[in-house]
């Protein structure tokens, strides 16, 4: 509603409001017109944001860890909570039961069916030869009858040859070996039948750093079939381990008499044919293992209404607030659409209260703000965000909402001022208490920051200062979270009780957060400005710094006009700094606003010299005014060109408002009058300035200051009475003239303004003592 109230119409000035109308047509007429449209647009959009960032269709979730709950907490519904470490101890079992997976080698599972030929092509190949020498590689290399690097003299070769001969003598005549050979592999086919089924891995592929498999452990075999291979034990796949008299072959050799006679050289041979016929398959055992972590079940525990979830006089820890997460989540489910609307629509109405308090003071004390879109948009784009902010910090483990709060309310105090950074301190506070779950000790704790942070603001004129803002909101933060705990604590023992000290810790934390705040608004301060279009102290002081291009080129194009700059310099900082007002922004202010008599400053009578003749002489009165008000033009493309700030550039358009080029319009007057025709009349707007009229009580000052410093060099006598009157004389015209109707300036601040630049412009004009004229020698 703060939107639609009309400005207080000045005494002796008509109203924009016809006489009649109702309130209703007031309404409808500003809606109609655009900028309010927008402005009112703008700001619905925004609330339906926040709304919606909130989490407003929620109650908040207020347990924070570490929280002390000395009475308790039952639990207000049945609900069931997954266990996540008893859940993730199951999914631990049901992986490490995943036995891994084998698959075949074609190679390994070849050479296993081919077991028993192999064998016999050996045994007919032994009783066949005549000579040890005669036997192929082969044979010798499946009996192991292969030393390395062999000598006709090597004992190894003598013991091979009497193996050879032993097992030729046991075999028989070449001629009658046949059919024991015949009936050796008929049993040994027997014998080798369960390596068929099962295959054989290598000892070294089961101790892989990837796999680490025991030989009690179980595992998968992969087969042809769509049926799930039967689990078996490393152990059953290991020829060693086979082999050993308790292993499943070696303890059946008695079971085959052919066999039982060459068992040495039988085992042996079949250590030196085997190949592995089974690998390790990692792909299948990480899907394997993959699926059997899904699929466990979540282990879940069950409450009933009722139940003690955290005992009294405890501390939330980690298993408390997720039980709590779990009650949380089991009473929202329960919450219908129609309950949620409700809520919503309750959040809409309180951010609709808090920035209709607000809106009413911008468009009452800060119209630049209310009234400029871009402004209003920065505005309220940087508060949703910092709410936000403040609200996604406050959670586990980060505690830090007060840090977007006290940078934004810091801002505003440097952009604006400090009632509007404390008045939307207080709202933010507001909101992000009340969407967090928070209490009045964290409501309070948090405006107390703020008003730490935003009193010491009025100026700032050096980085540091931030620095010891931050440093004192901190010290604020900490000494009221502890009197708070103090007042709402009954046995103060209790307090400091806490193993951990986290009530302490929590303050010192929070304190920690304030004064990293004073350094991120010290860090980004260019930034800000840029952004809010505004200037510190600090800019300032670099502006005001005569080597600056600007004032140089003025200086050397135009002394008169430069001289002129600082006088006025010097008295609008002093009637400033009376009213309260931004001294030190109206003296750089006043250095920049003339600079743009620098492009023709011949023609402006503070550049020259004496007996020069002015070039108005020979320009009719119409165009020596368009030079003179020229100027401003003039002056606010060069500042745009030297990028100097948008509150510089305000003064140089606005130094002058609207007023009237007076000289050169009674000129023209006279000349229309000394017609005899009065072919044309005079226009008086085609000799005012463009305008606009000041903004601001600073650019009001230096309209004052600017007429009465020129003025005054233009007495003969400056004496204080005359001084007084010339002031007094070019306030009351500024004002009859509407030049203040856009600022604040009040009729009380004006008076002290007129009291401090006649005081200003006596000192500069005191008398002096006429010293005696010096003999010469």
């Given amino acids: 509603m703060s939107f639609f109230f009309s400005r207080r119409v000045r005494p002796g000035r008509l109203s924009v409001h016809k006489v009649g109308t109702s309130w209703s047509g007031r309404l409808t007429e500003r809606l109609s017109q655009t900028d309010v449209a927008l402005r009112l647009a703008i700001c619905f959009v925004v609330l339906a944001g926040l709304v919606i960032a909130l989490q407003s269709w929620q109650a908040p979730f207020p347990h924070r860890l570490g929280d002390d709950v000395p009475n308790g907490m039952l639990a207000r519904v049945d609900f069931t909570r997954v266990n996540q470490d008893k859940t993730e101890l199951a999914r631990i079992d049901r992986i490490n039961r995943e036995p891994p997976v084998f698959r075949k080698i074609p190679a390994g599972v070849e050479r296993l069916e081919n077991l028993g030929t192999d064998l016999r092509r050996h045994l007919l190949e032994v009783v066949e030869v005549s000579r040890f020498e005669e036997l192929s590689a082969e044979c010798r290399a499946a009996f192991g009858w292969i030393a390395s690097g062999p000598t006709p003299?090597?004992?190894?070769?003598?013991?091979?040859?009497?193996?050879?001969?032993?097992?030729?003598?046991?075999?028989?005549?070449?001629?009658?070996?046949?059919?024991?050979?015949?009936?050796?592999?008929?049993?040994?086919?027997?014998?080798?039948?369960?390596?068929?089924?099962?295959?054989?891995?290598?000892?070294?592929?089961?101790?892989?750093?990837?796999?680490?498999?025991?030989?009690?452990?179980?595992?998968?075999?992969?087969?042809?079939?769509?049926?799930?291979?039967?689990?078996?034990?490393?152990?059953?796949?290991?020829?060693?381990?086979?082999?050993?008299?308790?292993?499943?072959?070696?303890?059946?050799w008695k079971s085959f008499p052919l066999l039982t006679p060459l068992q040495p050289i039988l085992e042996k041979w079949l250590r030196n044919r085997i190949i592995p016929s089974l690998e390790f398959d990692l792909a299948t055992t990480n899907q394997r293992i993959t699926l059997a972590n899904l699929s466990t079940p979540p282990v879940k525990d069950t409450y009933k209404r009722g139940t003690l979830l955290v005992p009294p006089g405890s501390k939330i820890t980690e298993e408390y607030l997720d039980v709590l997460h779990a009650q949380y989540d089991e009473l929202e489910s329960r919450v219908g659409i129609g309950e949620r609307i409700v809520r919503m629509v309750t959040v809409l109405l309180l951010l609709i209260v808090l920035s209709g308090l607000i809106g009413c003071y911008l468009v009452r004390n800060e119209r630049r703000l209310a009234t400029n879109v871009s402004r209003l948009a920065v505005y309220l784009f940087a508060v949703t965000l910092s709410v936000v902010l403040s609200r996604l910090l406050s959670f586990d483990h980060w505690r830090a909402e007060v840090v977007p709060l006290l940078c934004t309310v810091m801002v505003l105090a440097i952009a604006y001022n400090q009632v509007l950074a404390a008045l939307t301190g207080f709202a933010m506070s507001l909101v992000v208490t009340l969407s967090i779950g928070g209490d009045v000790s964290g409501f309070v704790v948090l405006m107390s920051a703020i008003a730490a942070s935003v009193v010491p603001l009025n100026q700032v004129s050096n980085r540091m200062k931030l620095v010891k803002v931050g440093f004192g909101a901190a010290l604020t933060y900490l000494f009221i979270t502890l009197g708070t705990g103090i007042i709402?604590?009954?046995?103060?023992?209790?307090?400091?009780?806490?193993?951990?000290?986290?009530?302490?810790?929590?303050?010192?934390?929070?304190?920690?957060?304030?004064?990293?705040?004073?350094?991120?608004?010290?860090?980004s301060l260019p930034f800000v400005e840029n952004l809010f279009g505004v200037v510190t102290d600090i800019s300032l002081l670099e502006l005001s710094d005569v080597s600056h291009p600007l004032l140089q080129e003025l200086i050397q194009r135009a002394p008169g006009t430069y001289s002129h700059s600082n006088g006025v310099a010097t008295i609008a900082e002093t009637a400033a700094d009376a009213i309260g007002a931004n001294g030190l922004l109206c003296r750089v202010g006043a250095y920049y606003h003339d600079i743009g008599k620098m492009m023709k400053p011949h023609y402006f009578v503070e550049n020259m010299t004496a007996g020069q003749t002015s070039r108005h002489e020979s320009l009719n009165p119409a165009m020596s005014a368009l030079v003179i008000i020229g100027h401003v033009k003039d002056g606010v493309e060069l500042a745009h060109q030297h990028n100097l700030p948008e509150p510089l550039i305000d003064f140089i358009e606005q130094h002058h408002g609207t007023t009237l080029v007076e000289y050169f319009f009674h000129a023209a007057t006279k000349q229309a009058e000394m017609q005899p025709d009065h072919r044309y009349d005079v226009q008086e707007s085609a000799y005012r300035y463009p305008g606009p009229r000041p903004q601001s009580r600073e650019a009001a000052v230096l309209m004052i200051a600017d007429a009465v410093e020129g003025a005054s060099r233009t007495l003969a006598e400056p004496t204080p009475k005359r001084l007084e009157t010339l002031v007094h004389e070019i306030a009351m015209k500024r004002l009859l003239d509407g030049q203040f109707d856009e600022s604040s300036l009040t009729l009380s601040e004006l008076a002290v303004i007129e009291d401090s630049l006649t005081k200003s412009l006596i000192g500069i004009h005191h008398g002096r003592i006429k010293y005696p004229e010096q003999k010469t020698a």
Avoid: M
Wanted: hydrophobic content about 40%; charged content about 25%.
């Fill in 153 to 252: 003299l090597d004992p190894r070769t003598t013991a091979f040859e009497e193996e050879w001969k032993s097992l030729r003598s046991a075999l028989g005549p070449a001629n009658l070996a046949e059919r024991p050979i015949n009936e050796l592999y008929g049993e040994f086919s027997q014998f080798v039948a369960p390596l068929l089924q099962v295959g054989i891995v290598d000892l070294a592929e089961l101790s892989r750093p990837r796999q680490k498999i025991r030989l009690d452990d179980e595992i998968s075999i992969l087969s042809d079939s769509t049926e799930d291979p039967p689990k078996r034990f490393a152990s059953d796949v290991v020829l060693d381990e086979l082999l050993k008299a308790t292993g499943s072959l070696g303890s059946q």
């Fill in 488 to 523: 709402e604590t009954q046995q103060l023992g209790q307090l400091w009780a806490d193993a951990d000290h986290r009530f302490l810790l929590n303050g010192l934390r929070g304190a920690g957060w304030c004064f990293l705040s004073g350094f991120l608004v010290s860090g």
